[in-house]
């Protein structure tokens, strides 16, 4: 297990590699960027520019007082602040030595400073980090907690009301999506027309830090009861039905009808020998619903009940061709996939001992 390990480990850094590149080459042909954004500003038209290439490439000539200037709407702009702007972005270097520096920088995890928030984007991430980890843990663990005893007990009743029933608020709640029941919620109970029993807006109070630790505690739960009731319906739905459907396929095999006529209680055929198989596809799906509940599920969610968290700090940055970010983001959420999907490996073996990942290529 140990070798299986150090592969995959070894194996993060061609991967990191790759993703990086080649989000840095689709950048370089994505139009506007950070110079387009700032003569955006100064001509009072902050769209964010329409550069044909943001990252510094062979361009035709679009306009501006200089001849050989590559960007739209810069006239009136003398070039050399045009020339002084690319260098305060780095566009004054090559894509290739733009690239390698920033692959030699994240080495280090120097992520720079941002380049319209003036501080080092490290920090900016280190601020946003509570919300994200509020929902994004919060939301995995109360929907593996529920989800996972709810499909068992649907599979071991399969066919009766409670099945029927319950799989009919399962398909309401996997038809709604997220960010329209969270809109539901604030119209309900947050103010919107009819109970103001819940928060619109932050994590905690403006008088938090003067509450006592119990207060703290009930207000912090207070304002999160909302977001993670948004995010938890469609993950809820889909993790049951895994659940439910993995188990069944279990319980029909022949291994449980054998334990069965040995003398085994359902309770032991279920959990002795049905859950650690039927758990594999649960876990294997487990990378995915974590890296979605952290960032790209919360985008919406965040948006609405006016959380700042990396989902919205993400999208705000591709908007604002705030590239040090969008890349410093990129690269946190990728290795986080990956450091995950290998946990999720090692869960395997916990499980079911059976499974020896030496026995095969990475």
């Not at 689709?26 to 943001?54: H, M, S, Y």
């Not at 002084?84 to 030699?104: C, S, T, Y």
């Not at 703290?216 to 993670?228: A, E, M, N, R, S």
């Not at 990728?334 to 995950?340: D, K, P, Y």
Request: proline content about 5%; cysteine-free; charged content about 15%.
């Amino acid at each position: 297990m140990l070798a299986y390990v150090i592969r995959r480990l070894a194996l993060m850094v061609p991967t990191l590699l790759g993703i990086m590149l080649l989000s840095f080459i689709i950048i370089q042909f994505a139009p506007g960027g950070p110079v387009e954004k700032v003569i955006a500003q100064l001509q009072g038209l902050d769209t964010g520019g329409n550069r044909i290439g943001g990252g510094g490439g062979e361009i035709a000539p679009v306009g501006g007082n200089d001849p050989g200037s590559l960007y739209r709407g810069a006239q009136g702009l003398d070039p050399a602040f045009i020339k002084e702007l690319e260098k305060q972005f780095g566009f004054d270097k090559p894509a290739h030595e733009r690239f390698i520096k920033m692959v030699l920088d994240y080495a280090r995890f120097d992520f720079g400073n941002s380049f319209f928030l003036h501080k080092p984007v490290i920090e900016i991430i280190k601020e946003k980090l509570p919300v994200s980890i509020s929902l994004g843990l919060w939301t995995t663990l109360i929907g593996y907690l529920i989800s996972i005893p709810l499909g068992i007990a649907k599979a071991t009743r399969d066919g009766t009301p409670f099945d029927i029933w319950t799989s009919g608020v399962i398909a309401i709640g996997y038809a709604i999506p997220g960010f329209l029941f969270a809109v539901l919620l604030v119209v309900l109970f947050a103010g919107g027309s009819f109970w103001q029993l819940f928060p619109l807006r932050g994590l905690t109070s403006p008088d938090f830090a003067s509450l006592s630790p119990s207060g703290k505690v009930l207000d912090y739960f207070w304002h999160i009861t909302l977001p993670l009731l948004a995010m938890l319906i469609s993950q809820f739905a889909t993790l049951t039905l895994l659940t439910k459907n993995s188990f069944l396929d279990e319980i029909r095999k022949q291994y449980v009808l054998t334990a069965r006529m040995k003398g085994l209680t359902e309770r032991q055929v279920l959990y002795g020998h049905v859950f650690r198989n039927a758990m594999l596809i649960v876990i294997a799906g487990f990378p995915g619903a974590f890296v979605h509940a952290f960032f790209t599920g919360s985008l919406l969610i965040e948006t609405i009940f006016s959380l700042d968290g990396l989902g919205l700090l993400g999208y705000e940055s591709v908007i604002k061709r705030d590239y040090p970010i969008v890349f410093a983001t990129l690269f946190i959420f990728s290795l986080m996939g990956m450091v995950v999907a290998l946990i999720t490996d090692l869960a395997y073996t916990f499980i079911d001992p059976r499974i020896d990942f030496e026995a095969r290529d990475v």
